[in-house]
């Protein structure tokens, strides 16, 4: 395929690498994908719901798609119109003895784990052993165990089978692994007859998805409290999540990359869709890209990024935005001085060690870089030669942070396995050609 030839993702190889070429200048509109986890999110508490949800505006990642599978195959009732997508829900009876893969999905793994114990032998199994297969799951497990669910798993690993019935009633759960543990029990936790007093043990994670959770369950008419802290969350049982209609606004984690590559190159790039009183936590990647020297003003639901500004060297807690890390570390590494995001261990546990394999791709690319077990440092250039071929791990995260990184090197930059982009964000890629990038696609055989 040529470079620079506007291509539509859905005509892309089913496996590829991409070659980034280096470009002068980005400008142009894009309107963000919708978000991947106000998605997974809705679709689940709409086959939770007993009747007709409509969920508008749903992402097309795999991720979602991988959501959608699992719910159908538990019994929903699934239409697609257009964008949105219909479903009739199975409220607190799916469908026992059922095998589900939720793909790669972290979040659509841990929320279907806990909604599991509503049912007699559901398993979850995935066929990415390399990647979900090793993220560990025993917390939740633990917990589910605790309130007396039967669990068999694989050393605390996919795959799981676990059987209900659970009562309810008060619940410890880890949350300085990840906060999905705890999300899955909020989900859980109306449909109990006891309901749950959830108590967050150890240095909580990712407080803005939990926020997240508390704001679906909202929306579906469930009743829930929580301590300002979120170390206590309680949920009373025997309550119906009630269908309706739901919107799924603009994605912060994916959009991320695109204003850090809007902030990385000179140009103008405006990016719609995107409301600002949002629970995202990668909301604060405007924040951050503001402090290192980048022009971007909000226009209504859009952001304006004038791009090329000098960038300056931060150092910030990274545990509100984990999902935009990545896509600031590309910003980070052209920017004066080294940049340190801390508090950031639970990277190490998503779809590659977001800390180790960032490390060892930047320092591939010339970089240098550091790393304490929850830090990761990049002292920025001004010179990436590129020239090089870089893995992208499988992970979608790290790939976008090698393309930005590609965009501003000498050379072309090619990046392995860039398929996995599709987990989160299939039209990245494409977000970025009507910008004026050029990628070259390379089938890869399967
Ligand atoms: O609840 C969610 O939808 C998510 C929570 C976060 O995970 P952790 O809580 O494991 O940090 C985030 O990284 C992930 O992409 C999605
Ligand atoms: C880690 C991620 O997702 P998940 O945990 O849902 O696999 C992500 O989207 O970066």
Known sequence: MNEGALQDHLTLPEQFDVVVHPVRELRGAVRAQPSKNYTT????????????????????????????????????????????????????????????????????????????????????VTDHPDSLGRRPQGDLLEALERLGARVGSNEGRLPVT???????????????RSSQYTSALMFLAPLLPGGLDLRLTGQIKSHAPLRQTLDTLAAFGIR??????????????????????????????????????????????????????????EREAVDVLREMGADIHRDGDALVVRGGQTLRAVNRDGDGFTDAVQALTAAAA??????????????????????????????????????????????????????????????????MLLTLLGLRAEAPVRITGAHHIRKSYPQFFMHLQALGAGFDFLERES
């Open 41 to 124: 999110r809705y679709l689940l508490a709409a086959a939770l719901a007993e009747g007709e949800t409509r969920v508008v505006g749903v992402a097309t990642s795999e991720d979602a798609h991988a959501m959608l599978r699992c719910l159908r195959d538990w019994g929903a009732g699934i239409e697609h119109i257009g964008d949105d997508v219909v479903i009739r829900g199975f409220g607190a009876a799916p469908r026992a003895g059922v095998t589900l893969n939720p793909g790669n999905a972290g979040a659509v793994a841990r929320f279907l784990m806990g909604v599991a114990a509503l049912t007699r032998d559901t398993t979850l």
């Open 162 to 176: 676990i059987s209900g019935p659970v009562r309810g009633g008060v619940a410890e759960v880890s949350a300085e």
């Open 224 to 281: 829930a409290a929580a301590t300002d802290d979120l170390s206590r969350v309680q949920i009373p049982g025997g309550q119906r999540y009630r269908p309706g209609r739901v919107m799924v606004p603009g994605d912060y984690p994916g959009t991320a990359a695109l204003l850090a590559a809007a902030a990385l190159l000179p140009g103008e790039v405006r990016l719609s869709n995107l409301r600002e009183n949002d629970l995202q936590g």
């Open 334 to 399: 052209l920017a004066e001085g080294t940049t340190t995001w801390r508090n950031v261990y639970t990277l190490r546990l998503k779809e590659c060690d977001r800390i180790s394999d960032t490390r060892r791709e930047l320092e591939r690319l010339g970089l240098q870089a550091s790393e304490t077990e929850d830090s990761l440092s990049v002292t920025g250039t001004n010179r990436i030669a590129g020239g090089v071929t870089a893995d992208g791990h499988g992970d979608h995260r790290m790939i």
